[in-house]
């Protein structure tokens, strides 16, 4: 009796045991993508089950700018690679390792491969990376196959984007590892079925990928699901009537839904993620300036909100260089290839209004932001052009004259605060932002007139203003510079948060104006500007507030240079030794900061840990990358246009009427070295921003505009005196 006792707790014991161990192993993770090619946010409202899981889990916007001209192969290529990179239709030709193309792919890659391989294969893989050899970003083809197949991932994908002449399988270029494999799928035409009511007479055998779903999700975790008839469309549309595109497309995205929500249904909720994403958007959609394209993420421990990232910090945006460290981190793999950042939720009511708001906000803002910039710039230069030859034609006009072109010189500094405040009108097309922003800046440059009681108040005015609703709004979080035209453009997506440097050059120019003026006319303590500058360089440079580390250094450098002038008539090689010290120490903070204190670090951050993962030759990519844009924004931007202009007619006004300057510079002796001050950042910040020609235009005006409007000021008093 006493030996069954025993034996009965030990079965007890080792059940037990048993299920605790059964109970605390880890359910194996699964991670599903459906890559759609083309698909819009409008499309989604289309498609019941889809917009239904969009609503119950999180939805956002992506970024699809990949390196060079972005299209549907480099975007695929940028979301596996987690960093901008390049792809054409020659570099993207798949499928499955067999007799044919296996000698093929050996010859070119060199990497053997046993004859009974069944895996898939980018035959162009080592053209791939010879196109991507002169790419700035450095990225890593095939990151994203790597870091899973590091940790044992096995991947699949099933699907292709064909027409009946071009293979397009972005699905490969998206999931491949850097030899150009993937463990399973089945990607070639016999994924499609022959269907003349379909573009191309080819339809998605949408019962054989259920098929090879159910079969290859088995042996597979990350499994991507390229569903091809939609890019078909859109490569077709130019031979269909625009009813008939509409049709068929409705067509299509009910096939589409339908299979997400059979797919849906034979997934584990429990240990499963699931993305439904396009590379980029349709051609319609982008014509209207609606270039982001949607995102829906579901399942295992996804809530139900938008999505972001810490490479855009922007509510419902992420960039497509997210996806693949977003993957890697979800089976705990390794997200040191990457660019991007993973994705997270962030709760929001009304989420789906907000997301087509977003939608329609950015949209708005990329499809007229030329128009008002170039409106602006081409103003700025006729004005200057008008203040030019009226003081170099001294004292042959009325005083009225005078008056009037008082008033188009500051009309010049009021429009950056205009363009600033725009967004809280909301303008509803280019014609009423035109309208709100000339009103704007009619109303500001009469306050300025009214409220002066010398000449030098309407300057003060202005630059105070700007600087104050600037400091404030990045302090806030820039709601105002996210939506400005003046900003920064998510779709372009050069940066997402902080201070860009259109507003960076304009505060630093502002800045610069407003207190030395005010030394002028208050003869106040010189030591109360340093509180200021100090002000705005936290908020130009801290990771939470501007975080442009370029405008940083122009801060600091211009800053210095004028506290260290208004002590000293002469600056000694010492002083500027102070200055590049100083420089160094505040950079040197502030990354610390960024990496050690501060949660989602900022491009300085990133920087300096893609110069850690990757060596020097990532410093010589980010100087040959800021070097190209500025070359390429020189040639071909309309600031450089102003930035020139505004340089010859100042250094012809030195000299012409004679004596003029040297007139105010010794009434105003302060501004003179605020002044002064510009001219030195703006040269800083072409040298160390990747746009630095736009920052140094938008700080020159603050230079040109002041100067001018004091010389015609002094010309105005001198004749009619």
């Not at 979301?79 to 030709?93: K, L, M, Q, V, W």
């Not at 060199?110 to 790419?135: F, H, P, T």
């Not at 009037?404 to 205009?418: D, F, H, Q």
């Not at 302060?670 to 002044?675: P, R, T």
Request: hydrophobic share 45%.
């Amino acid at each position: 009796m006493k030996k069954v006792t025993k034996f009965l707790i030990l079965l007890i014991i080792f059940i037990g045991i048993s299920s605790i161990s059964s109970y605390s192993q880890p359910l194996e993770k699964k991670f599903i993508v459906f890559l759609i090619n083309r698909m819009d946010l409008e499309d989604i409202q289309n498609m019941e089950f889809t917009k239904g899981l969009a609503q119950e889990s999180a939805i956002g916007l992506m970024n699809t700018r990949a390196y060079g001209s972005s299209n549907d192969y480099s975007s695929s290529l940028s979301i596996g690679s987690g960093t901008r990179s390049e792809a054409n239709y020659h570099t993207s030709r798949s499928g499955r390792l067999n007799k044919e193309n296996l000698s093929i792919y050996q010859r070119r890659t060199g990497y053997i491969k046993d004859n009974e391989s069944q895996e898939v294969a980018n035959l162009d893989i080592a053209k791939l990376k010879e196109i991507n050899k002169e790419n700035s970003f450095n990225p890593i083809i095939g990151a994203l196959g790597n870091s899973l197949s590091m940790n044992n991932i096995k991947i699949a994908v099933i699907g292709n984007s064909d027409t009946d002449k071009n293979e397009a399988r972005l699905g490969v270029l998206m999931g491949m590892d850097e030899q150009g494999l993937v463990g399973y799928g089945l990607v070639e035409e016999d994924v499609n079925l022959k269907d003349p009511r379909y573009p191309f007479g080819l339809k998605t055998n949408y019962d054989l990928m259920i098929k090879k779903f159910q079969e290859l999700g088995k042996k597979s975790d990350f499994i991507i699901l390229e569903l091809g008839d939609l890019h078909r469309l859109e490569k077709y549309r130019t031979n269909l009537a625009s009813d008939i595109y509409m049709k068929r497309k409705e067509i299509i995205l009910d096939d589409i839904d339908l299979f997400i929500k059979k797919v849906y249904n034979l997934i584990d909720k429990k240990n499963t993620r699931i993305m439904i994403l396009s590379p980029i958007a349709s051609s319609l959609a982008a014509s209207s300036g609606k270039r982001l394209t949607p995102v829906v993420l579901a399942g295992e421990g996804i809530d139900k909100g938008i999505l972001s990232s810490d490479t855009t910090r922007r509510e419902g945006i992420i960039g497509n260089i997210d996806i693949a460290p977003h993957i890697a981190a979800y089976f705990e793999g390794n997200i040191n290839y990457f660019t991007g950042k993973p994705i997270y939720t962030l709760h929001k009511d009304e989420k789906s209004s907000y997301i087509g708001q977003l939608y329609n906000d950015t949209a708005f803002i990329y499809k007229n932001r030329w128009s008002v910039l170039f409106s602006f710039a081409i103003y700025e230069i006729i004005i200057s052009l008008l203040a030019f030859l009226t003081i170099q034609l001294a004292g042959k006009y009325r005083v009225r004259i005078y008056r009037v072109l008082e008033y188009l010189l500051l009309s010049n500094m009021a429009i950056p605060i205009a363009i600033l405040i725009l967004p809280l009108l909301r303008p509803i097309n280019i014609y009423d932002t035109f309208v709100k922003i000339i009103a704007l800046t009619i109303a500001l440059t009469l306050i300025s007139v009214y409220i002066r009681k010398e000449i030098i108040d309407s300057i003060i005015f202005l630059s105070g203003l700007t600087c104050l609703i600037l400091t404030l709004d990045i302090l806030l979080g820039a709601s105002l510079i996210k939506t400005s035209f003046l900003g920064y453009d998510p779709i372009i997506g050069a940066r997402y948060y902080g201070i860009g440097n259109e507003f960076m050059g304009i505060l630093v120019g502002a800045t610069l104006v407003f207190t030395t003026a005010l030394l002028d006319k208050y003869k106040k303590n010189r030591s109360y500007i340093i509180i200021v500058f100090i002000t705005v360089i936290m908020v130009i440079g801290f990771p939470k507030f501007g975080a442009n580390v370029g405008g940083t250094i122009t801060a600091v450098f211009a800053f210095m240079f004028v506290v260290l002038r208004l002590y000293n008539p002469k600056l000694k090689f010492n002083h500027y030794i102070y200055i590049l010290s100083s420089i160094f120490i505040l950079i040197s903070i502030i990354a610390l900061v960024d990496l050690k204190l501060i949660e989602g670090n900022s491009h300085l951050a990133n920087a300096i840990e893609q110069i850690n993962n990757g060596g020097i030759h990532v410093v010589y990519s980010i100087i040959r990358r800021k070097v190209s844009m500025n070359l390429k924004l020189f040639s071909v931007s309309i600031w450089s246009k102003v930035l020139i202009s505004s340089l010859i007619f100042l250094g012809v006004i030195f000299y012409r009427p004679f004596g003029i300057a040297k007139k105010v510079f010794n009434r105003y002796t302060n501004l003179s070295i605020g002044l002064l001050g510009i001219l030195i950042s703006c040269i800083v910040s072409f040298l160390v921003n990747d746009s630095g020609v736009v920052a140094s235009a938008t700080s020159i005006i603050f230079l040109a505009m002041t100067l001018m409007y004091l010389v015609v000021n002094e010309i105005k008093n001198e004749v009619y005196r």
